[in-house]
């Protein structure tokens, strides 16, 4: 008989493929998917975060199914529905004054940010935008545009982008040389290769995830939005991987200390469903009609989703048993840090966390092919985690919201084991020659 995996891999397109091990699963409940073997699988990943109320969470399904049973068209292209403007609504009703405008409805963050480099552009008329190298913003051709991942080597630019360096203070020694080095660069630009009137926005991670789940250094970007506030730059944020509770408050950027002009949301706020948001002022977000649309934008069964996922992360607090939740996974990992050397940094804020492997603490040599084989011996043993980076060397620990400490510690345990294994040379490296990954 014919395996899931094997029928995925003769049916399906590999050019979205981004794969680490043989995963196929028919199911899932809650913290755990549920493999086509039957195994209950622990899931560290959540799909990237998109996941965020775990598998199947009964308010998901009831938001759902009501939306479907008299399903108000399919899109707010050409018509009104009642669950895009309750979302738009709520939406507006959580973020900052300075941002709570207009909210745009789409499927993913990709296609948000995409929208939002395009708007910022045409409607302040200024044809530059600065962002992160190893910043990743999505994956189509305009958010690509605007990233600095290099993963998206080859693809073109925006005309007007400049990418500065996202400061690192693991790699970049210490919070405040990376903070001052950083900023430096920054005022370097500013004053000269991209004038300050030319430039429409900032884009910026709270954390920057797939460049390594990178927690900024504290007062950093306080200090980028007075800079931006000065010359007139708007702060485009991405919260949309580590947005809407995941680091222990409702937004990440409230961390920071700093009020975006511009917030896009995805991934977790459809709790699995394609759904996303681009918010902002009305001058920038109503810069024009038909700017930036696809026929199922708001489409009403998403937007349900989306509305009962934000009701949900408050009813159940789940961003406090993210900040809960993830401190005790931090103190978990940090332990495990004293009895792995391989392990070189543990850092992130709520259910938002990146472990660094590395092959030497001193020299600090990424450890990246023990980071693809730890994941895959992870997944053997009933875990399911991912790794992200510049380097590829960084797990990526993004949990439902609803995780608990019990399978916090059950999870850490597992890596716990997939480490030694590793080390110990117990897992064959030929088992990943048919998983490129990142």
């Known amino acids: 008989m014919v395996g899931l995996y094997e029928r995925d891999a003769k049916a399906l397109s590999r050019m979205s493929f981004l794969r680490f091990f043989p ?7 809650g913290a755990y998917l549920i493999g086509e073997d039957g195994r209950r699988l622990l899931d560290f990943s959540a799909a990237w975060g998109a996941a965020s109320l775990g598998h199947s969470h ?20 050409s018509s009104a529905n009642l669950p895009a403007v309750e979302l738009a609504e709520k939406l507006l009703s959580i973020v900052p004054q300075r941002a709570a405008g207009r909210v745009w409805l789409g499927h993913s963050g ?8 395009r708007a910022v552009v045409a409607a302040t008329g200024r044809p530059r935008i600065i962002s992160f ?20 080597q080859g693809v073109p630019k925006a005309p007007g982008l400049s990418l500065i360096p996202y400061p ?9 040389a990376a903070s001052e080095s950083a900023i430096a660069q920054l005022e370097d630009l500013l004053s000269g290769p991209a004038p300050p009137e030319e430039v429409a926005a900032l884009f910026l991670e709270p954390i920057q995830s ?15 939005e007075e800079i931006c506030r000065r010359h007139g730059i708007l702060l485009v944020v991405d919260e949309v991987k580590v947005g809407l509770g995941r680091t222990g408050t409702l937004h990440a950027f409230e961390q920071l200390d700093i009020e975006p002009d511009i917030i896009i949301f995805g991934k977790g706020l459809g709790g699995g469903l394609p759904v996303s948001a681009a918010i902002g002022p009305e001058a920038i977000m109503n810069h024009k009609p038909a700017f930036s649309f696809q026929t199922v934008h708001g489409n009403p069964v998403c937007a349900a989703a989306g509305l009962a996922v934000l009701q949900t992360i408050e009813r159940e607090r789940l961003a406090d048993n993210a900040a809960e939740v993830g401190q005790h996974l931090r103190d978990l990992l ?14 992130g804020r709520g259910l938002s966390i990146g472990i660094e492997l590395v092959a030497d603490r001193t020299s600090k040599e990424p450890a990246k092919i023990e980071a693809a084989l730890t994941i895959y011996r992870a997944f053997e043993l009933g875990l399911v985690l991912y790794y992200v980076g510049v380097n ?19 999870g850490v345990a597992l890596l716990d084991q997939a480490m030694s294994d590793v080390m110990s040379g117990r897992v064959d490296r030929s088992a990943l020659t048919a998983f490129a990954g990142w």
């Open 210 to 224: 797939d460049g390594g789940m990178i927690v900024p250094p504290a007062g950093y970007f306080r200090t980028v």
């Open 23 to 29: 995963q196929a699963v028919i199911g899932g409940d």
């Open 334 to 347: 940090q332990r495990l840090k004293n009895t792995h050397p391989i392990i070189g940094d543990v850092r």
């Open 168 to 176: 690192n203070p693991y790699r970049d020694g210490g919070e405040h």
């Open 110 to 117: 990709s296609d948000a940010s995409e929208t939002a480099a």
């Open 133 to 152: 190298k190893g910043a990743y913003h999505g994956g189509t051709v305009g958010s690509m545009a605007v990233s600095g991942h290099p993963v998206q």
């Open 392 to 410: 590829s060397n960084v797990l990526e620990l993004t949990p439902p919201l609803t995780l608990t400490k019990e399978q916090a510690s059950e």
């Open 58 to 77: 009964p308010a998901l399904r009831a938001a759902v199914a009501r939306a479907l049973a008299s399903q108000a068209g399919a899109s707010h292209l």
